[in-house]
């Protein structure tokens, strides 16, 4: 566990490193690159969720942990995996008894930073989201009772909830599950992409290529929907994309109007989170980038668009999280 | 990567430090000390398949991808996980669509040392093993060709391949796939547990009732098939632990004499690689001392003597072996 005790030190450490950019530097593009915010190292932490190293290293230990689900082999990381950009690099999620689901796994990088979770925004911030996946019939198909029964029967996870929630009595309950999996999300972020340098003042972190895209993606208003620091404004879009049926917020609301509307995805790391869209049927950036042109923005984007633009999303993809394979008990 | 090419050099560091034990110190068991080796810090090397850090690195990769899975989400880490003394902890393995497989997941660690893979022994080294789950139905249910023609899709990988195999025209094939996997299972070794820390002189680095379940082993014959470094004489014997029907090496040899043989398994890191028995329908490590006991000894050992095996199997958990987790492409 020394790895994970390192993690706060060393966002802290490299927060105060790197934030001094290399001020003054002008390229041209000073009005584009003013629409623009790096990522910060953390997101916002909410009040009745204070970030701790406690909580980290505990959410870190059930975010591996798979008995947790029915099968004993499922856990977060199955879909989140590490190794794929904290996604699954296939179209949509595959789950309990090899059972496929309606959408594509969003990659948790970053998602501390999103305004609403899930593609449909169902629930409104990590300590919400953390719990679904683990009762979902078609991914760790496991009671939410019997998941906590089974980590009090491990003396490892009675210390680590104690230590992680001193004041209560009884700590493995299940908001304390979503608390520690959510803070655990929040560490996992890429601030210190090549754009965030661009932007904190490097001229030569992006290729001219790239900055050729950053203005067709403002210019083509990419940036409305894709907007702040995670790119995205975490609000609701009508979009069929080639292949979906889905309905998407209206299953939530069931108002008219919200018939298939998604939560805008963030395009942090969307070179390493291939495939795309919510139903993971588009392959490629450059197929993405057209995809969205058309149906987004009612352009036909020219090859030479495209692969400006898809120059520029390859500088979004960061600096991949410190975490540790947690030994489980 | 940069933390795997540190893997071989770190491995050679170790060994020099700490092979210089204490040495002289006696505790009075000499006798029974000397029946016992030392763990190496890597196993026998064939000579068709030197151990070269391009083969660990790309073997790293391989053992990490889900995606030569039918469903793209089953690796060999999947059922050898890291987390969980790299097997499962679940009594018999889950693999494609959630079937369970007849028998536990045999952990990865040491197995460069075994003289046999498998619980049937039907591979005799770890290039034969590596390809088994692969194709096995019950596991990744994957087609050889296909997943070698799905790495091929990888620039990445085509790079790693040739960088592992440099005098190969083609060296994405089966048998390069089955090298690198092997290669870097070899390097997936416990040394330096507080057994080997007390075989090679520092006397208290066990206690004085694993000193005493030392005894008991040798004096019960425990030690006559679980010898040798690994523990095992990698040869098989018939046993019917409880709840199982299992054939074991007859369904490899047709011989009448080989029913309900299997080979023998290793008890290094015997601690967190629970449950026991082919079956895994034995949990505690105490239980599996009495049934090995009955089963194979034919002998009822009283609490105390189970206790002190179970201590001193305790001591043959190692440190667990660095690896990485792989940026995959």
Redesign the interface.
């Known amino acids: 566990m020394k790895m994970v005790r390192k993690i706060l030190p060393s966002i802290i450490a490299s927060a105060v490193f790197t934030t001094t950019g290399i001020a003054g530097a002008e390229d041209g593009f000073e009005d584009y690159r003013n629409r623009f915010e790096p990522l910060p190292y953390l997101p916002p932490i909410p009040t009745n969720n204070s970030l701790t190293e406690e909580k980290v290293e505990l959410g870190n230990m059930l975010f591996?942990?798979?008995?947790i689900s029915s099968?004993?082999?499922i856990s977060c990381a199955?879909?989140h995996?590490?190794?794929?950009g904290w996604a699954?690099?296939?179209p949509r999620a595959?789950g309990?008894?090899?059972q496929v689901g309606e959408r594509n796994t969003p990659t948790v990088l970053n998602s501390g930073f999103l305004g609403a979770q899930f593609w449909d925004g169902r629930e409104p911030d990590l300590e919400g989201q953390a719990l679904g996946p683990i009762e979902a019939e078609v991914e760790m198909a496991m009671a939410l009772e019997t998941a906590l029964d089974r980590l009090t029967e491990f003396e490892l996870y009675q210390e680590k909830f104690a230590d992680a929630y001193p004041d209560d009595e009884d700590p493995i309950n299940a908001d304390n599950l979503a608390k520690a999996l959510a803070t655990f999300q929040r560490t996992l972020n890429t601030p210190n992409s090549p754009f965030d340098r661009y932007l904190r003042g490097d001229i030569s972190a992006i290729s001219d290529q790239a900055k050729e895209g950053m203005v067709a993606f403002v210019d083509n208003g990419c940036i409305a929907c894709h907007s702040g620091p995670a790119f995205t404004d975490s609000r609701f879009h009508a979009i069929q994309v080639p292949g979906s049926t889905d309905l998407g917020r209206y299953l939530v609301t069931g108002e008219e109007s919200d018939k298939y509307r998604f939560r805008t995805p963030t395009l942090r790391n969307v070179a390493v989170t291939y495939p795309y869209m919510n139903n993971g049927a588009t392959e490629t950036l450059e197929e993405a980038v057209a995809i969205m042109g058309q149906e987004m923005l009612g352009r036909e984007f020219d090859e030479a668009t495209i692969d400006n633009i898809t120059a520029f999303l390859h500088t979004l993809t960061g600096k991949?999280p410190d975490f540790e394979?947690?030994?489980?008990p």
Chains 1, 2 share one sequence.
């Open positions: 591996f942990e798979p008995r099968s004993g082999v199955t879909c995996n590490p190794a794929l699954d690099r296939i595959v309990h008894e090899g991949m394979v947690p030994a489980l």
